[in-house]
């Protein structure tokens, strides 16, 4: 590492959550000469990779996805319980390897980076956070109280959490969400026109092949309705396509052979969903509506003033992931039953109803927030650095530690 310049280390723990990383990389590369390491603390850091950035470490995608449920987080012991710990035990011996080579950790997500990296790194700590909300799952006691003790600024997603945690002393801000600005638009045309385009996005994580036969069947019962229809589907590049091959077959679907981002697709009949790889942000703002199992993704389509409709076993009791998210989103996302008719009849019902698309629309858009928030809290990254912010520092040893280094 180049001990000329200050070495800053991104925690992240999960796809989106490192998407959002770049983006913050990206805008601090521009305003700064700073080196940049990762640690993603869930898969294998394709997004860093992509952006030129080589994990310290990685690691294959649990099967439960990494995911770990949010009530978990107000005790971080349990969320080494969940089939993490030899993954965990991994990432710490990382941490405690390096943890002299770094001058600052900002953390992505949800508390747990903070926790590993306030127990394991011991350096002035920065946190963005995007799992959680006063809208729904507001932080606990013992997260604010974890923020206190590691974080010396926490980003948070909305105004109304910021203000939140400042209640309880917490070094809190809003500068808009920064998920929106990790979501790449090229402006590429897919040449898929007269249709209203319907934008699927399976889910980054293992659920994704579970969920994928319900997707298939929910597009061959929307032929039996008379409005013509586009499928596209954005195909995160966790996903091996080989399974969704096989998966697909088992359903009587075909995919072609095509070796193009832009030429791949799944016919079964007169039916066609058009995958892309690399053009996620394309088929979001393309399309009119989305059948969306993402995390972030489903909120980024909010965001862009998307209805989304998501399914689940039981909506009556909705996973607990899933009731966070419709808690964060509200009526911007209608989550149904896991059963394709029922499926296909609410995404008619919101092409065919204006006024409840214009509803969704406008509350995705307020909930989620607009763009331009990585440059904002890029900018105030660069002031912490530089030690231009007039607020007082709890630790004056670890500031200086940082100044020195």
């Known amino acids: ?24 990389i ?3 590369k521009k305003l700064s000469d700073l080196n940049f390491f990762a640690l993603p603390l869930v898969g294998e850091g394709t997004a860093y990779q992509e952006f030129g950035i080589n994990p310290l470490f990685s690691a294959k995608i649990l099967p439960s996805g990494g ?22 035990i ?10 002299k080579e770094f001058n600052l950790v900002i953390s992505v997500g949800d508390a747990y980076p903070v926790i590993l990296g306030g127990l394991f790194l011991k350096l002035p700590q920065i946190f963005v ?26 980003f948070s997603r909305d105004e109304i959490t910021a ?28 040449n898929i026109k007269g249709k209203i385009s319907i934008g699927i996005l399976p889910g980054s994580r293992g659920k994704a092949y579970e969920d994928f036969p319900i997707i298939l069947k929910t597009v061959e019962r929307l032929k039996n309705y008379d409005i013509p229809l586009n499928f596209l589907m954005a195909l995160p590049s966790s996903l091996d396509l080989n399974l969704i091959k096989q998966i697909s077959q088992n359903c009587s679907w075909n995919l072609n052979n095509e070796n193009s981002s832009l030429k791949l697709y799944l016919y079964k009949e007169n039916q066609i969903i058009h995958l892309f790889q690399n053009y996620f942000g394309d088929v979001l703002e393309q399309a009119y509506l989305i059948l969306g199992q993402a995390g972030t993704g489903n909120e980024q389509a909010a965001g862009l003033g998307k209805p989304i409709i998501a399914f689940d076993f039981k909506p009556e009791k909705l996973s607990w992931y899933r009731l966070r998210q419709k808690g964060l989103l509200g009526e911007a996302i209608l989550v149904v039953k896991d059963d394709p008719q029922k499926i296909s009849k609410e995404l008619i019902n919101i ?6 698309y214009k509803k969704m629309s406008e509350i995705g858009k307020k909930r989620m927030g607009e763009n331009g928030a990585s440059q904002k809290i890029a900018q105030y990254i660069l002031k912490f650095i530089n030690n231009e912010l007039d607020f007082p520092l709890k630790d004056a040893g670890l500031r200086n530690k940082f100044l020195n280094m």
């Open 90 to 99: 991994k990432q710490i011996k990382i941490l405690k390897k390096y943890k």
């Open 1 to 24: 590492m180049n001990k000329d310049k200050k070495n800053i280390l991104f925690l992240s723990n999960g796809y989106g959550e490192d998407t959002i990383a770049v983006s913050l």
């Open 163 to 190: 203000e939140s945690l400042k209640k309880e002393a917490v070094n809190a801000l809003y500068l808009g969400n920064a998920m929106m600005d990790s979501l790449k638009i090229t402006k590429i045309n897919f």
């Open 351 to 356: 092409i065919e109803n204006k006024n409840l």
């Open 67 to 88: 995911l770990i449920p949010a009530n978990h987080l107000s005790n971080p012991w349990k969320a080494l319980t969940q089939g993490l710990w030899n993954l965990t």
């Open 26 to 28: 990206e805008e601090l």
């Open 129 to 154: 956070g995007t799992a959680k909300s006063d809208y729904f799952c507001a932080y606990s006691k013992i997260e604010k109280f974890i923020f206190k003790k590691y974080a010396k600024i926490v």
